[in-house]
């Protein structure tokens, strides 16, 4: 009988340390542990299958091979011939002229090549912020850009890190 106030008490003890938990409360505390478990083990093949989906994505990206990179500085102050609030659109235009000019860009193609898919100019979202930046009517005198050629004839104008 001894023995048995004894495991009483310590049961005691131990219920007033922790908070009282139903029965499927304990059974929760209990499964989180052996999930944690199972979850690790397919955890660690998801990543390596993430890995293989990841993989396709960088070869597109290697694809989209940079032929030819050339950084330019675009005079912008023409721009400022137009009324206030058509310079920086007509500054927008000029930087389309340049790089077509500049990098050999086809624009025009008769009417018989339609059906090929042309290649494009595409202005960064930057090089559009950083003329709009000041507004419609004060757009900068000059700008420098890096365009960007890849091996299907696209052309990407981005800012100049130097800005």
Known sequence: ???????????????KELPELNEDE???KEEPVEEAAKE??????QPAEEEEKAKPRKK???EEEIVE???YTIPLQKALVRPPKKR????????????????KLEVKVSEEEEEEELPQLIISQEVNEKIWSRGIE?????IRVRAAKDKDGNVTVYLAEAQ
């Open 88 to 103: 920086a659109p007509r500054a927008i235009q000029m930087i389309k002229a340049f790089i077509t000019k500049h990098m």
């Open 60 to 62: 597109k990206k290697e």
């Open 69 to 71: 990179e050339r950084t």
């Open 40 to 45: 690790e083990a397919p955890a660690e093949e």
């Open 26 to 28: 304990k059974i929760e």
């Open 1 to 15: 009988m001894v023995k048995e106030d004894k495991e009483e008490q310590q049961k005691t003890e131990e219920a």
């Open 138 to 142: 004060k757009p900068p005198r000059k």
